[in-house]
Structures are given as C-alpha cells and as structure tokens.
Nanobody, 116 residues
Framework: VQLVESGGGLVQPGGSLRLSCAASGFSFSTYNMRWYRQAPGKERDLVAAIGSTGGYIYYAESVKGRFTISRDNGKNTVYLQMNNLKLDDTAVYYC??????????WGQGTQVTVSS
C-alpha cells in the first residue's frame, strides 16, 4: 500500500493550491478517502472526506466553501483543491484511507505554508 501526496508549497494568503494523492496497492475505487492536516504543536485533524464513488463528501467547517475534494478512480488519485488560503491553513497535509481490519494508512504528507 502506498499513498504519495504532492502539490504543497508556499503561497500567499488568498492564493490557491491543488494537492494530489496517488494511491497504489489496494482497490482504490472501493474505499472512502480522506485528507487530514496537522499544524505544528496541534493534533491531526480531518479536513475533507469523499466516498468511494464521490457521492459522499464531508468538509470541516473551517474549510467549507474554500476547499474541494475530488477523486479520479481511473487514475487512483484523490485531490484537494484549496482556494482562498488563509494563514491558519498552514500545516502538513496527509492523505488517508482506512482498511477495515487492518487500520489506517497514511501518506508521507505535503507541507502547505501560507505566508505573506
């Protein structure tokens, strides 16, 4: 199982980034996928989630209206489009899925820094 995030970087407040998570080693199209983030000194928090077919979507209140989660099951990839970024969005962003009976799988994370 492998989850590889990409797309992070340094952006000014109000800017945009698109994160990608390429998955392999499991049947991607049958699992819900999630994006979490962890800021320095804070717990890892759920940002967004998407059902296996994209029919279910969840956003944390803090990102509603600014972030969009999507997936391409043909490419085994889940995305997080982040618009109107704020200073508080600075964190390491992690891709996640939960394999029943085996637990949680995480990517290595990608750093997002929002700074003027």
């Amino acid at each position: 199982v492998q989850l590889v995030e990409s797309g992070g970087g340094l952006v000014q407040p109000g800017g945009s980034l698109r994160l990608s998570c390429a998955a392999s080693g499991f049947s991607f199209s049958t699992y819900n996928m999630r994006w979490y983030r962890q800021a320095p000194g804070k717990e890892r928090d759920l940002v967004a989630a998407i059902g296996s077919t994209g029919g279910y979507i969840y956003y944390a209140e803090s990102v509603k209206g600014r972030f969009t989660i999507s997936r391409d099951n043909g490419k085994n990839t889940v995305y997080l489009q982040m618009n109107n970024l704020k200073l508080d969005d600075t964190a390491v962003y992690y891709c996640n899925f939960r394999w029943p009976g085996r637990g949680d799988y995480w990517g290595q994370g990608t750093q997002v820094t929002v700074s003027s």
